[in-house]
């Protein structure tokens, strides 16, 4: 399990992430790394179960963690990672729960698809498509009944919309007025199926006017237009306003999951999406701000050497070993 220097660390990073846009900047370059070597890994048979990779949602992460306190909460899908290391999850931390490692954060127990960090307010990940709205929406109504002011934000993609959780959890959390955010990242498909062929409606945030929800279309690629988006629909629950269904229109560059070289999409569709590449818009913004460019490209190799000092540190970790999985279980008599 995360030990307290990691969780202090956690706390640091997250910290650092909201004090400079330089950090903001390098938290998606780190994502993006991390994610390209965990599909590389993946091909070496390093990483058990599954794993679904985040590349080109960057912005969607570093914007929800650039937002919160460490009190609130966030509940997302197995496509975690991205959210785990913007939340301020460290590298060793992920990558050693997604190689099955004592070091992870969830001492190896979990894998890819079972992240958490309570410290930062990382609920356990959802594998369960839609799973997280509900359980969104009960930490949402644990922060009005306890009075803490904290808000819970669910992160989930287009498919889960179509799931009755969904559905249940916006009628709940409008009825009650809870301090929640419900945030889609809309990528266009869900497995291997385009969103047309499974939802009538091509924008999402229709869906929120069935419970009267204030909703937000906003540009998944651009990290300060989804701050200012996020921003307003955490200010609005906090100050009691109630929830919010904001949808980012976003797209995932590699396929589904594991080895899906994701074939079925059109040609020139992902070379239209690299256009707008996140990291590359933010980079061309903070560039006319002022920030010296080559300074922004150095990230990229500091970045990677850092990553490659974490793969070592957790390939040195024990793996986590199948008694270890008894140890947090406990049985009573009814
Ligand atoms: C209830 C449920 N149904 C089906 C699945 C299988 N499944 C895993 S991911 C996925 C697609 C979900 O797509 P979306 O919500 O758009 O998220 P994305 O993977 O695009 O991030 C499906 C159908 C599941 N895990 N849970
Ligand atoms: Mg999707």
């Known amino acids: 399990m995360t030990v307290a220097s990691e969780t202090n660390e956690a706390l640091r990073r997250r910290a650092a992430l909201q004090e400079s846009r330089l950090e903001?900047?390098?938290?998606?370059v780190e994502i993006r790394?991390?994610?390209?070597?965990?599909?590389?890994?993946?091909?070496?048979?390093?990483?058990?179960?599954s794993t679904h990779t985040c590349q080109g949602q960057e912005a969607v992460s570093v914007?929800?963690?650039?937002v919160l306190r460490p009190t609130d909460t966030v509940a997302c899908t197995y496509r975690g990672h991205g959210m785990a290391l913007a939340l301020g999850v460290t590298r060793e931390a992920l990558l050693g729960e997604i190689f099955g490692r004592k070091i992870g954060c969830m001492g190896g127990l979990g894998g890819s698809m079972h992240l958490s960090d309570p410290t930062v307010g990382?609920?356990?990940?959802?594998?369960?498509?839609?799973a997280g709205v509900p359980i969104g929406v009960g930490a949402a109504l644990a922060a009005q009944l306890q009075g803490t002011e904290d808000v819970s934000v669910s992160v989930f993609g287009d498919g889960a919309t179509n799931i009755g959780g969904f559905h249940e959890g916006l009628n709940l959390a409008a009825v009650w007025s809870l301090p929640v955010v419900f945030l889609c990242?809309?990528?266009?498909?869900?497995?291997?199926?385009?969103?047309?062929r499974t939802t009538p409606v091509t924008d999402?945030?229709?869906?929120?006017?069935?419970?009267?929800?204030?909703?937000?279309?906003?540009?998944?690629?651009?990290?300060?237009?989804l701050i200012d988006a996020i921003a307003a629909?955490?200010?609005?629950?906090?100050?009691?306003?109630?929830?919010?269904?904001?949808?980012?229109?976003?797209?995932?560059?590699?396929?589904?999951?594991?080895?899906?070289?994701?074939?079925?999409?059109?040609?020139?569709?992902l070379e239209r999406w690299l256009q707008r590449?996140?990291?590359?818009?933010?980079?061309?913004?903070?560039?006319?701000?002022?920030?010296?460019?080559?300074?922004?490209?150095?990230?990229?190799?500091?970045?990677?050497?850092?990553?490659?000092?974490?793969?070592?540190?957790?390939?040195?970790?024990?793996?986590?070993?199948?008694s270890d999985m008894l140890a947090n279980v406990t049985a009573g008599r009814i």
């Open 63 to 66: 914007a929800v963690a650039a």
């Open 122 to 130: 990382l609920l356990p990940t959802f594998a369960i498509v839609g």
């Open 24 to 28: 903001l900047f390098r938290r998606m």
């Open 204 to 225: 999402l945030a229709v869906r929120a006017a069935s419970y009267q929800m204030r909703s937000e279309v906003v540009d998944g690629q651009d990290v300060d237009a």
């Open 185 to 196: 990242e809309n990528n266009l498909y869900g497995e291997y199926s385009p969103i047309a």
């Open 277 to 322: 590449d996140p990291i590359t818009l933010f980079k061309t913004k903070l560039v006319d701000e002022g920030v010296d460019g080559s300074a922004l490209e150095a990230v990229w190799e500091e970045c990677r050497l850092q990553l490659e000092q974490s793969i070592e540190a957790v390939l040195a970790s024990p793996l986590a070993e199948p």
């Open 233 to 269: 629909a955490v200010a609005r629950a906090r100050d009691g306003g109630g929830p919010t269904l904001v949808e980012a229109k976003t797209y995932r560059y590699a396929g589904h999951s594991r080895s899906d070289k994701a074939t079925y999409r059109p040609e020139g569709e």
């Open 33 to 49: 790394l991390v994610e390209d070597r965990i599909i590389e890994l993946f091909g070496e048979g390093l990483i058990p179960g």
